[in-house]
Protein backbone atom coordinates (compact mmCIF):
# COMPACT_ATOMS: atom_id res chain seq x y z
CA UNK A 1 0.00 0.00 0.00
CA UNK A 2 2.65 2.00 0.92
CA UNK A 3 4.60 1.86 -2.53
CA UNK A 4 1.81 2.31 -4.39
CA UNK A 5 1.07 5.55 -2.37
CA UNK A 6 4.12 6.69 -3.32
CA UNK A 7 3.61 5.97 -6.97
CA UNK A 8 0.71 7.76 -6.97
CA UNK A 9 2.12 10.73 -5.54
CA UNK A 10 5.11 10.64 -8.41
CA UNK A 11 2.88 10.49 -11.06
CA UNK A 12 0.62 13.05 -9.58
CA UNK A 13 3.84 15.34 -8.85
CA UNK A 14 5.08 14.70 -12.68
CA UNK A 15 1.80 14.98 -14.31
CA UNK A 16 1.81 18.60 -12.35
CA UNK A 17 5.20 19.38 -13.53
CA UNK A 18 4.06 18.72 -16.88
CA UNK A 19 0.92 21.11 -16.86
CA UNK A 20 3.45 24.10 -15.47
CA UNK A 21 5.71 23.27 -18.54
CA UNK A 22 2.80 23.54 -21.07
CA UNK A 23 1.34 26.60 -19.32
CA UNK A 24 4.98 28.18 -19.54
CA UNK A 25 5.46 27.15 -23.10
CA UNK A 26 2.06 28.88 -23.49
CA UNK A 27 2.50 32.00 -22.25
CA UNK A 28 5.50 32.09 -23.95
CA UNK A 29 4.50 31.82 -27.09
CA UNK A 30 1.74 34.61 -26.27
CA UNK A 31 4.22 36.81 -25.77
CA UNK A 32 5.54 35.94 -29.09
CA UNK A 33 2.26 36.81 -30.75
CA UNK A 34 1.83 39.86 -28.84
CA UNK A 35 5.24 41.32 -29.76
CA UNK A 36 5.29 40.42 -33.75
CA UNK A 37 1.69 41.71 -33.33
CA UNK A 38 3.57 45.22 -32.01
CA UNK A 39 6.04 44.85 -34.33
CA UNK A 40 3.17 44.46 -37.36
CA UNK A 41 1.48 47.12 -36.53
CA UNK A 42 4.10 49.72 -36.38
CA UNK A 43 5.41 48.91 -39.71
CA UNK A 44 2.66 49.34 -42.15
CA UNK A 45 4.20 51.73 -44.06
CA UNK A 46 7.42 48.87 -44.72
CA UNK A 47 7.37 47.49 -48.50
CA UNK A 48 5.81 43.97 -48.41
CA UNK A 49 6.08 41.26 -51.68
CA UNK A 50 2.59 39.83 -52.36
CA UNK A 51 2.27 36.07 -51.43
CA UNK A 52 2.99 36.20 -56.10
CA UNK A 53 5.97 38.02 -55.86
CA UNK A 54 7.74 35.76 -52.82
CA UNK A 55 7.06 32.84 -55.01
CA UNK A 56 8.98 34.17 -57.82
CA UNK A 57 11.80 35.15 -55.55
CA UNK A 58 15.06 32.41 -56.40
CA UNK A 59 18.09 32.16 -54.85
CA UNK A 60 21.05 32.53 -57.67
CA UNK A 61 22.62 29.31 -57.93
CA UNK A 62 26.25 30.93 -58.86
CA UNK A 63 28.11 33.67 -56.87
CA UNK A 64 27.36 36.68 -59.54
CA UNK A 65 31.05 37.66 -61.51
CA UNK A 66 32.80 40.53 -60.39
CA UNK A 67 32.01 44.01 -62.07
CA UNK A 68 34.03 47.59 -62.04
CA UNK A 69 33.33 50.16 -59.93
CA UNK A 70 31.92 53.11 -61.86
CA UNK A 71 35.11 54.89 -62.53
CA UNK A 72 36.27 51.72 -64.70
CA UNK A 73 38.45 50.72 -61.67
CA UNK A 74 38.57 47.20 -60.31
CA UNK A 75 37.89 47.00 -56.14
CA UNK A 76 40.82 47.20 -54.29
CA UNK A 77 42.35 43.87 -53.13
CA UNK A 78 42.90 43.02 -49.74
CA UNK A 79 43.46 39.71 -48.04
CA UNK A 80 45.31 38.65 -44.66
CA UNK A 81 48.66 38.91 -45.21
CA UNK A 82 49.00 41.20 -48.41
CA UNK A 83 52.55 43.34 -48.86
CA UNK A 84 52.20 46.99 -47.19
CA UNK A 85 53.82 49.52 -47.97
CA UNK A 86 55.49 51.48 -51.18
CA UNK A 87 58.57 49.56 -50.28
CA UNK A 88 57.54 46.19 -49.66
CA UNK A 89 59.54 44.61 -52.54
CA UNK A 90 62.85 45.49 -51.50
CA UNK A 91 61.88 44.84 -47.38
CA UNK A 92 60.28 41.06 -48.29
CA UNK A 93 60.80 38.62 -45.51
CA UNK A 94 64.36 36.45 -46.60
CA UNK A 95 63.00 33.40 -47.23
CA UNK A 96 61.83 35.10 -50.89
CA UNK A 97 64.36 34.82 -52.93
CA UNK A 98 63.97 34.89 -56.60
CA UNK A 99 63.61 31.85 -58.98
CA UNK A 100 62.89 30.01 -56.07
CA UNK A 101 60.10 28.19 -54.58
CA UNK A 102 57.53 29.82 -56.64
CA UNK A 103 58.71 33.60 -55.52
CA UNK A 104 59.16 35.69 -59.39
CA UNK A 105 59.52 39.54 -59.17
CA UNK A 106 58.93 39.51 -62.61
CA UNK A 107 55.52 38.52 -61.76
CA UNK A 108 55.02 40.44 -58.77
CA UNK A 109 56.01 43.53 -60.12
CA UNK A 110 53.49 42.93 -63.23
CA UNK A 111 50.27 42.14 -60.54
CA UNK A 112 51.72 45.30 -58.40
CA UNK A 113 51.11 47.59 -61.25
CA UNK A 114 47.45 46.60 -61.39
CA UNK A 115 46.81 46.75 -57.71
CA UNK A 116 47.60 43.08 -56.68
CA UNK A 117 50.64 43.14 -54.56
CA UNK A 118 51.80 39.59 -53.50
CA UNK A 119 54.48 37.30 -52.71
CA UNK A 120 53.41 34.21 -54.32
CA UNK A 121 50.66 33.01 -56.73
CA UNK A 122 49.54 30.61 -53.95
CA UNK A 123 48.41 33.27 -51.63
CA UNK A 124 46.26 34.74 -53.84
CA UNK A 125 44.60 31.36 -54.74
CA UNK A 126 44.01 31.09 -50.92
CA UNK A 127 42.94 34.17 -49.77
CA UNK A 128 41.84 35.80 -52.34
CA UNK A 129 38.20 35.34 -53.81
CA UNK A 130 38.83 36.85 -56.89
CA UNK A 131 41.63 38.95 -58.81
CA UNK A 132 40.07 39.85 -61.93
CA UNK A 133 42.64 42.64 -62.78
CA UNK A 134 45.44 39.37 -62.64
CA UNK A 135 43.72 36.79 -64.89
CA UNK A 136 45.26 38.55 -68.32
CA UNK A 137 48.53 38.17 -66.54
CA UNK A 138 48.19 34.88 -65.62
CA UNK A 139 46.99 33.67 -68.91
CA UNK A 140 50.48 35.40 -70.47
CA UNK A 141 52.59 34.13 -67.52
CA UNK A 142 51.10 30.16 -68.02
CA UNK A 143 51.03 30.43 -71.87
CA UNK A 144 54.87 31.26 -71.99
CA UNK A 145 56.18 29.99 -68.99
CA UNK A 146 58.78 27.58 -70.38
CA UNK A 147 60.23 30.88 -72.30
CA UNK A 148 60.30 33.00 -69.12
CA UNK A 149 61.70 29.95 -67.00
CA UNK A 150 63.51 28.06 -69.30
CA UNK A 151 64.98 24.98 -68.26
CA UNK A 152 64.07 21.32 -67.12
CA UNK A 153 60.61 21.24 -65.06
CA UNK A 154 62.18 22.51 -61.46
CA UNK A 155 60.14 22.98 -58.42
CA UNK A 156 60.25 26.37 -58.56
CA UNK A 157 58.65 26.55 -61.95
CA UNK A 158 55.81 23.62 -61.06
CA UNK A 159 55.04 25.80 -58.11
CA UNK A 160 54.52 28.68 -60.39
CA UNK A 161 52.44 26.56 -62.85
CA UNK A 162 50.55 25.40 -59.86
CA UNK A 163 49.83 29.07 -59.13
CA UNK A 164 48.92 30.27 -62.26
CA UNK A 165 46.55 27.38 -62.40
CA UNK A 166 44.68 28.26 -59.32
CA UNK A 167 44.48 31.48 -59.88
CA UNK A 168 42.43 30.78 -62.68
CA UNK A 169 40.09 28.97 -60.58
CA UNK A 170 38.39 32.40 -60.42
CA UNK A 171 35.22 33.93 -60.90
CA UNK A 172 36.61 36.27 -63.65
CA UNK A 173 37.80 34.08 -65.36
CA UNK A 174 34.92 32.07 -65.98
CA UNK A 175 33.88 31.56 -70.18
CA UNK A 176 37.24 33.68 -70.85
CA UNK A 177 38.39 31.55 -73.61
CA UNK A 178 42.33 33.14 -73.28
CA UNK A 179 42.05 31.52 -69.66
CA UNK A 180 40.35 27.98 -70.80
CA UNK A 181 42.65 27.51 -73.54
CA UNK A 182 45.58 28.13 -71.35
CA UNK A 183 44.53 25.63 -68.97
CA UNK A 184 43.51 22.64 -71.62
CA UNK A 185 47.37 23.36 -73.08
CA UNK A 186 48.52 22.25 -69.56
CA UNK A 187 46.39 19.15 -69.83
CA UNK A 188 47.79 18.54 -73.00
CA UNK A 189 51.24 19.20 -72.42
CA UNK A 190 53.58 15.84 -73.23
CA UNK A 191 55.24 14.20 -71.83
CA UNK A 192 52.24 15.03 -69.21
CA UNK A 193 52.39 17.35 -66.09
CA UNK A 194 52.94 16.14 -62.40
CA UNK A 195 49.70 14.39 -60.93
CA UNK A 196 48.76 17.65 -58.87
CA UNK A 197 49.69 19.89 -61.98
CA UNK A 198 46.52 17.91 -63.84
CA UNK A 199 44.67 17.60 -60.94
CA UNK A 200 44.46 21.74 -60.00
CA UNK A 201 44.01 21.84 -64.23
CA UNK A 202 41.03 19.48 -64.47
CA UNK A 203 39.38 21.50 -61.48
CA UNK A 204 40.14 24.62 -63.04
CA UNK A 205 38.83 23.97 -66.04
CA UNK A 206 35.96 22.60 -64.81
CA UNK A 207 34.75 25.82 -63.03
CA UNK A 208 35.37 28.27 -65.21
CA UNK A 209 34.19 26.10 -69.03
CA UNK A 210 30.80 26.94 -70.00
CA UNK A 211 28.38 25.26 -71.70
CA UNK A 212 29.16 26.77 -74.79
CA UNK A 213 33.61 25.17 -74.37
CA UNK A 214 31.44 21.89 -73.98
CA UNK A 215 33.47 20.39 -77.42
CA UNK A 216 36.61 21.68 -76.06
CA UNK A 217 35.86 20.14 -72.59
CA UNK A 218 34.75 16.91 -74.24
CA UNK A 219 38.32 16.79 -76.59
CA UNK A 220 40.35 16.84 -73.60
CA UNK A 221 38.81 14.44 -71.72
CA UNK A 222 39.99 11.65 -74.80
CA UNK A 223 43.20 12.49 -74.65
CA UNK A 224 43.77 12.89 -71.01
CA UNK A 225 46.49 10.51 -69.44
CA UNK A 226 45.04 7.15 -68.11
CA UNK A 227 45.90 8.29 -64.52
CA UNK A 228 44.44 11.55 -64.37
CA UNK A 229 41.31 12.20 -62.82
CA UNK A 230 38.31 13.20 -64.86
CA UNK A 231 35.45 13.51 -61.90
CA UNK A 232 34.93 17.33 -61.99
CA UNK A 233 35.01 17.17 -66.03
CA UNK A 234 32.34 14.74 -65.74
CA UNK A 235 30.12 16.48 -63.38
CA UNK A 236 30.75 19.66 -65.82
CA UNK A 237 28.45 18.11 -68.10
CA UNK A 238 25.19 18.85 -66.13
CA UNK A 239 25.82 22.22 -66.90
CA UNK A 240 25.83 21.62 -70.72
CA UNK A 241 22.36 19.92 -70.73
CA UNK A 242 22.69 18.59 -74.60
CA UNK A 243 22.32 15.00 -75.84
CA UNK A 244 25.74 14.81 -76.73
CA UNK A 245 26.67 15.65 -73.17
CA UNK A 246 24.46 13.01 -71.81
CA UNK A 247 25.86 10.98 -74.06
CA UNK A 248 29.34 11.00 -72.64
CA UNK A 249 28.25 11.21 -69.05
CA UNK A 250 26.10 8.01 -69.90
CA UNK A 251 29.62 6.20 -71.07
CA UNK A 252 31.33 7.48 -67.29
CA UNK A 253 28.27 5.82 -65.19
CA UNK A 254 29.53 2.09 -65.01
CA UNK A 255 33.60 3.23 -64.05
CA UNK A 256 34.61 4.31 -61.06
CA UNK A 257 33.84 8.03 -61.67
CA UNK A 258 29.66 6.68 -61.56
CA UNK A 259 29.29 9.60 -58.68
CA UNK A 260 30.16 12.44 -60.78
CA UNK A 261 28.27 10.29 -63.96
CA UNK A 262 25.07 10.24 -61.58
CA UNK A 263 25.74 14.11 -60.48
CA UNK A 264 26.02 15.26 -64.01
CA UNK A 265 22.85 12.87 -64.72
CA UNK A 266 20.91 14.51 -62.26
CA UNK A 267 21.65 18.41 -62.97
CA UNK A 268 21.09 17.70 -66.86
CA UNK A 269 17.88 15.57 -66.03
CA UNK A 270 18.76 12.71 -68.42
CA UNK A 271 16.47 10.80 -70.02
CA UNK A 272 16.86 7.02 -71.17
CA UNK A 273 19.25 6.05 -68.86
CA UNK A 274 17.33 2.68 -68.25
CA UNK A 275 17.18 1.93 -71.86
CA UNK A 276 21.32 2.58 -72.22
CA UNK A 277 22.39 0.22 -69.31
CA UNK A 278 20.57 -2.81 -70.85
CA UNK A 279 22.48 -2.05 -73.47
CA UNK A 280 25.47 -1.76 -71.60
CA UNK A 281 25.15 -4.88 -69.91
CA UNK A 282 25.29 -6.71 -73.51
CA UNK A 283 28.64 -8.42 -74.27
CA UNK A 284 28.86 -6.35 -77.99
CA UNK A 285 28.70 -3.06 -75.87
CA UNK A 286 32.44 -0.81 -76.14
CA UNK A 287 32.79 1.72 -73.88
CA UNK A 288 35.62 3.92 -72.94
CA UNK A 289 36.99 1.79 -70.43
CA UNK A 290 38.98 -1.85 -70.57
CA UNK A 291 37.08 -4.88 -70.96
CA UNK A 292 37.80 -5.99 -67.29
CA UNK A 293 36.70 -2.85 -66.10
CA UNK A 294 32.86 -3.10 -67.59
CA UNK A 295 32.45 -6.86 -66.44
CA UNK A 296 33.12 -5.56 -62.61
CA UNK A 297 31.23 -2.36 -63.51
CA UNK A 298 28.01 -4.05 -61.59
CA UNK A 299 29.85 -5.07 -58.63
CA UNK A 300 31.06 -1.30 -58.30
CA UNK A 301 27.93 0.43 -58.63
CA UNK A 302 25.73 0.64 -54.88
CA UNK A 303 22.25 -0.35 -54.66
CA UNK A 304 21.92 3.59 -53.69
CA UNK A 305 23.31 4.67 -57.19
CA UNK A 306 21.91 1.88 -59.47
CA UNK A 307 18.61 3.08 -57.88
CA UNK A 308 19.43 6.60 -58.80
CA UNK A 309 20.74 5.55 -62.16
CA UNK A 310 17.88 3.75 -63.31
CA UNK A 311 15.13 6.36 -61.96
CA UNK A 312 15.39 8.24 -65.26
CA UNK A 313 13.07 7.08 -68.14
Not at 139 to 157: A, F
Not at 167 to 196: C, E, F, K, M, Y
Not at 226 to 237: D, Q, T, V
Request: with cysteine; hydrophobic share 40%; proline share 7%.
Amino acid sequence: MASASIVMNSTTMMGGMARADDTGRDDAIAQLRQAIGAIEATSADLPRLSPEDRKRRTVPRRRPKPKKNPDGTWPPITYLGMPEGDDWMQNRPAWYRGGEKGFDRRICEELAAVGVPCYTLNHLADRVRTVPQGIPIFVDWLDHLEERVPGPETEHRELLRLGLIRTLDDLAARGNRDAINAVVSQLRRRPAPSGRVLDEAEVTLARIATAADFPTVAATMEELPPRSMRGYLIEYLGRVKTAEAQELALRWLDTMYVQSAIKALVAMKATGVRAYRALRRRPQFSGPQSSQARHGAASRLTDTACQLANSFS
